[in-house]
């Protein structure tokens, strides 16, 4: 059993990890912005202990740390990922100096790991699978603040011989994604006999469900000694969006057609975007194991048994 402190567990990955780590026997603390929505954590919120602090506040954070004393540390708290969240100042207070707060933080009390999330957009456009040493050509702000997480993260690792690890992370899906991305507005559309507008439908992802995701983070964090380390966490595969819907019209029943480019595409919409994870393959053992057709039905049963939920997903979606 670990003292675990996630941040950003309000979030779609953080709130799943933060149930993975309880149901492996975990201590489990979440490192919460003060204004944080509770839907997510909801469920299990009597099973873990809550810390409210500011991570651009060095002292707050300073502060909570030492009363913590985590001896793993997830770092998943970010802003900049979702098209309303465009402020500049607040993508690199958040993801930047953040960073640099807790992890400054963390050396202080000292830990076993500290695994931070990163991003694939750190690659930017590329015609291929990039490596985790490919040049990186970051394709927005928060692309930029990441990789400069990532930078950071590894520098630390390096001059102080601590283990921190970055994990970068491809399309994550499943359970309590955020409501107005794909995978959700698709499903809670065709629960209801329609399909939502669509960009090009050769736009693709590498979607990774989020259960492989979380199983990263445990494996990252229990190799603990590859100091700096950066891996690839994606499944290798990339899925277009023609074959998305093609897999959701199966799965709903839907007769609904289509209309491809009723919605205009996104200035990170790409036709390649797909992961090389050789390396967390080789040096941690991790492997894919839900493949995006199975997820796919996951995550509608999920909305299934939960009415609740998708009405919540639904009125935002209103």
Known sequence: MKRALVTGASGFVGANLALRLLAD?????LLLRPEFAPWRIKAFRDQVQLHRADLTDGAAVEALVAKIKPAWI??????GAYSQQADPGAIMRTN???TVNLLEACLKTGFEAFVNAGSSSEYGFKDHAPSEDDFLEPNSRYAVAKASATLYCRHIAQHHDAPVTTLRLYSAYGPYEEPTRLLPTLIVRGLEGELPPLVNPD??????????????FILAARSGQKLGAVYNVGTGVQTSLRQVV?????AMHLSAEPQWGSMADRMWDATVWVANNRKIKEELGWKPTVNFEEGFNR??????????MLSHYASVLK
């Open 299 to 308: 995550m509608l049963d999920w909305f299934r048994s939960d009415p609740a």
């Open 74 to 79: 997830f770092h998943l708290a970010a802003y």
């Open 25 to 29: 026997g975990h201590e489990v603390h």
């Open 246 to 250: 093609e897999i959701a019209q199966r």
């Open 96 to 98: 930047v100096q953040g």
């Open 203 to 216: 736009i693709a992802r590498d979607f990774v469900h989020v259960a492989d995701v979380c199983e990263a």
